[in-house]
């Protein structure tokens, strides 16, 4: 019964990819993307070029082996830092809501962003343990010394890398939607968490294919910062299709919460 049940809903996740819902969803994720590019055209432009800026002091001044240098360890810590404050503010601007998203609506939400935060350190930290793991017993010690290139050497190990960040990218951002409507501050992440591995399980077919997507996306127009035009182009478009990989993960996350609502949350009684 239970397994039956999990086909149903996986084949209800695969239906995304009918023509006609795929027609769809592709509209309504271009207009989300339009409508949220314009709004950080409008409020957050300054925020682009000061990680731009920043970025480009990090490529100049970050030594080649950072752990060994405080200052290119401490660079590194605020570049991270820096990228989760755009994704804090990208996820309140793509996020289907019935605010007015002006000033007022992203302060209200400022005293979430430790929660926020928490949810990629927790998510990922596990996803690397059970990497770390497996590592361990197919190779031993010595295959951990040589991180990162013993898993380049190996094919299969290669391919588990990117499936694992692909299920926890998709886990990830799922899991975001679902802390921005809860309402009980930091005790939300766990149970966003929780949400989020549900949804990941129930739908797992759609998740897979958008992870899968936007993490190989996003690898591909990672390069470092170089002062020319293509540089600075892929630079911008890497930030541009996060966005856009957002305004699609929304509508997903829009339809299938709405369409299977007593599956993720309690009725109201």
């Keep these: 019964m239970f397994c039956s049940f999990i086909l149903t809903k996986w084949v209800e996740s695969l239906s ?60 590194l810590v605020l570049r991270y830092l820096f990228f989760m404050l755009f994704s804090f503010f990208a996820f309140l601007i793509v996020r289907a809501s019935v605010e007015q998203k002006s000033f007022t609506y992203y302060t209200k939400y400022l005293h979430r962003i430790g929660g926020f935060f928490l949810i990629p350190a927790i998510t990922y930290g596990i996803s690397l343990s059970f990497l770390y793991a497996m590592i361990y017993f197919w190779g031993g010690p010595d295959y951990l010394k040589s991180l990162p290139y013993s898993v380049y050497d190996s094919w299969f190990l290669t391919v588990i890398l990117f499936i694992l960040l692909s299920i926890t990218f998709a886990l990830a ?67 541009v299709g996060i966005i856009l990989f957002l305004s699609v993960s929304s509508i997903i996350y829009f339809k299938i919460k709405h369409t299977n609502y007593s599956l993720f949350f309690k009725p109201k009684v």
Excluded: Q
Aim: charged share 10%; hydrophobic share 55%; net charge positive.
């Design 173 to 239: 951002v799922f899991s975001s939607y679902f802390f921005f409507d809860l309402t009980n501050g930091l005790r939300s992440v766990l149970s966003s968490i929780h949400k989020g591995c549900k949804f990941i399980f129930y739908f797992f077919p759609i998740s897979f294919i958008f992870g899968a997507i936007s993490t190989f996306g996003l690898i591909l127009f990672m390069r470092p910062l170089e002062m020319s035009f293509w540089s600075i182009l892929l630079y911008f478009s890497y930030y």
């Design 16 to 75: 995304f990819l009918k023509w006609n819902n795929l027609s769809l969803l592709l509209l309504a994720s271009l207009n989300a993307f339009k409508r949220s590019f314009l709004i950080i055209l409008k409020y957050f432009w300054w925020f682009g070029l000061f990680l731009f800026a920043f970025d480009y002091v990090i490529e100049k001044f970050v030594a080649t082996d950072p752990f060994e240098n405080y200052w290119s360890m401490s660079l």
